[in-house]
């Protein structure tokens, strides 16, 4: 029983970072695909959904100690990165430069870590 809620908890919690990073990964793409300004407003708006998703995902995490693991966290803190610097340039109107590309690799990198973490221990 133990094992069928922890693989339960794993897959609900991974589905919504799936959705979370899915949608960050849109919002930085958007900013690179459409002319300004709607790049900034479609970006807001993956931005915005991917937030929630995170949300979600952060609460799911904390509530159930089971998933919980040292190999995941990273993920959280490259998130919350991209998160600060996407924000930064559609609140400044910038171009999207190197601390977005870093803070977007980083977070890609830790996310197919993760994920490879997840789908091994399935």
Not at 11 to 39: K, V
Not at 71 to 80: N, S
Not at 101 to 119: D, G, K, M, V
Request: proline share 3%; hydrophobic share 35%.
């Amino acid at each position: 029983m133990g094992d069928r809620k922890w693989q339960r908890d794993k897959s609900i919690f991974w589905g919504l970072m799936d959705q979370a990073c899915q949608d960050a990964a849109d919002a930085y793409e958007t900013l690179h695909r459409h002319p300004s300004p709607h790049n900034y407003r479609l970006s807001l708006g993956y931005l915005s959904m991917s937030s929630a998703s995170y949300m979600e995902a952060w609460q799911f995490y904390v509530l159930h100690e089971d998933i919980q693991h040292y190999e995941i966290d990273p993920v959280f803190r490259a998130y919350e990165a991209f998160k600060r610097q996407m924000k930064q340039v559609i609140t400044n109107n910038d171009r999207a430069g190197e601390p977005l590309a870093a803070a977007y690799e980083t977070l890609q990198s830790t996310y197919r870590e993760a994920s490879e973490f997840i789908e091994s221990s399935m």
